[in-house]
């Protein structure tokens, strides 16, 4: 909750300096240029669950009317080997929004295999931050010139107060960005559908079929 209350003070700027509007700005203009996925990715495994979390915030306020980007989430390094064919060569209709945070104070150094039977051994005394980063910029440069329009989001720091300034920052541009599509952000009917098919077929007194 401080995260978010400090977010709210510090996004409270009605200029397209403001992050949440750049943000809101740029994905409708992708949109509207022919874009139709958003890819949510990190290299932080904690991000993880907050990416799920932004895939519904974002589907449910904005997929209405025939309308709206459909949001993706991916955990890399774990899912370049499952998708990173697709982002590279495939349909040239998405860009991808990635979330970066600050190394961890406590790292870990890479060792040696005297047979080197990994073939890792060139890796000796490098931190794993290190090779996540490298990592990072590898990914960013090859989907780039791969035609893949990318987004950074530079957070510093992970923790509490930071996931709350996320929260805010999404909810806020999420917002912003469903009005710009002239939908409204805060219902969902299209989701009354399957529930009332699903209510229907169990049997759940009020949704009999007439």
């Given at each position: 909750?401080?995260?978010?209350?400090?977010?709210?003070?510090?996004?409270?700027?009605?200029?397209?300096?403001?992050?949440?509007?750049?943000?809101?700005?740029?994905?409708?203009?992708?949109?509207?240029?022919?874009?139709?996925?958003?890819?949510?990715?990190?290299?932080?495994?904690?991000?993880?669950?907050?990416?799920?979390?932004?895939?519904?915030?974002?589907?449910?306020?904005?997929?209405?009317?025939?309308?709206?980007?459909?949001?993706?989430?991916?955990?890399?390094t774990?899912?370049?080997?499952?998708?990173?064919?697709?982002?590279?060569?495939?349909?040239?209709?998405?860009?991808?929004?990635?979330?970066?945070?600050?190394?961890?104070?406590?790292?870990?150094?890479?060792?040696?295999?005297?047979?080197?039977?990994?073939?890792?051994?060139?890796?000796?005394?490098?931190?794993?931050?290190?090779?996540?980063?490298?990592?990072?910029?590898?990914?960013?440069?090859?989907?780039?010139?791969?035609?893949?329009?990318?987004?950074?989001?530079?957070m510093?720091?992970?923790?509490?107060?930071?996931?709350?300034?996320?929260?805010?920052?999404?909810?806020?541009?999420?917002?912003?960005?469903?009005?710009?599509?002239?939908?409204?952000?805060?219902?969902?009917?299209?989701?009354?559908?399957?529930?009332?098919?699903?209510f229907?077929?169990?049997?759940?007194?009020?949704?009999?079929?007439?």
């Amino acid at each position: 909750m401080l995260g978010a209350a400090k977010a709210k003070k510090d996004y409270d700027l009605r200029s397209f300096e403001n992050p949440v509007w750049l943000y809101a700005a740029i994905r409708n203009l992708l949109y509207r240029k022919g874009k139709a996925i958003e890819l949510l990715t990190s290299f932080e495994p904690a991000f993880k669950m907050m990416g799920g979390w932004w895939q519904q915030l974002f589907g449910e306020s904005e997929g209405k009317d025939g309308k709206g980007l459909f949001p993706v989430t991916a955990e890399f390094t774990a899912d370049l080997h499952s998708l990173g064919q697709m982002i590279q060569q495939g349909q040239r209709n998405l860009f991808e929004t990635m979330v970066r945070f600050a190394p961890p104070a406590k790292t870990v150094t890479v060792g040696s295999d005297w047979k080197n039977l990994d073939g890792l051994n060139y890796l000796e005394g490098r931190t794993l931050d290190f090779v996540d980063e490298q990592a990072f910029r590898g990914t960013v440069a090859a989907h780039v010139d791969g035609g893949v329009p990318v987004i950074t989001m530079d957070m510093g720091e992970l923790d509490d107060m930071k996931l709350g300034e996320l929260f805010y920052f999404f909810e806020l541009s999420c917002g912003i960005s469903a009005y710009m599509l002239g939908v409204n952000p805060f219902n969902q009917p299209g989701v009354e559908f399957y529930k009332r098919n699903m209510f229907q077929l169990l049997g759940k007194p009020g949704y009999e079929r007439k």
